[in-house]
């Protein structure tokens, strides 16, 4: 599990919550196995690795003042707690605006990712590296696309950088 943020740190205002005033924050969130990127099946999922896609997203994030807080786990519950924690219950100074997804095998099987995505409220993409309509049969069913804003599938790498130049295009107006 990884937590960066950009170096700018949003403006930190008691009444953000009450006055919808965007903390200027996106939760990344990566399921299960991504840490493998660049080593794990290269001819599906790539040669970028995840401390690459982070560091890309975490420079174009900066550029705009946004920061990032990325979290990637093995563990389902872990995740759920993330996106409770950042969605939810921190202090609203702390709270994300949106979150980028990719949940990976749990795609699939967690119901309990998608409730908590559901309980914060807030809007989100999932993304995949892969297209998940060109896999085998239970690899094509999502518990998140319903919810979802979007869902960026088979572009690799670049649907990260798709969601977030969607966050910073229709979020931030940048």
């Avoid at 599990?1 to 950009?6: I, P």
């Avoid at 999932?126 to 999502?142: A, K």
């Avoid at 572009?155 to 940048?174: F, I, N, P, Q, R």
Wanted: charged share 20%; aromatic share 6%; hydrophobic share 40%.
């Amino acid at each position: 599990m990884s937590t960066n943020t950009a170096p700018s740190t949003p403006p930190s205002t008691a009444n953000n919550a009450q006055a919808k005033i965007p903390n200027r924050t996106l939760l990344v969130v990566n399921g299960p196995n991504l840490n493998l990127l660049g080593k794990r099946e290269p001819e599906i999922y790539g040669h970028t690795t995840l401390e690459d896609i982070e560091a890309n997203l975490k420079q174009k994030a900066a550029a705009h003042d946004v920061r990032l807080i990325f979290v990637q786990s093995n563990h389902e519950g872990e995740l759920v707690e993330r996106i409770q924690h950042y969605g939810l219950l921190a202090e609203p100074e702390q709270l994300v605006d949106a979150v980028i997804i990719n949940p990976a095998a749990f795609t699939h099987t967690s119901v309990a990712l998608r409730d908590a995505l559901a309980a914060t409220k807030k809007p989100f993409i999932e993304v995949h590296l892969s297209n998940i309509h060109q896999r085998e049969p239970f690899r094509q069913h999502s518990y998140f696309s319903d919810l979802a804003v979007g869902v960026i599938c088979g572009c690799g790498h670049l649907g990260y950088e798709m969601a977030l130049d969607y966050w910073l295009t229709h979020l931030y107006t940048v």
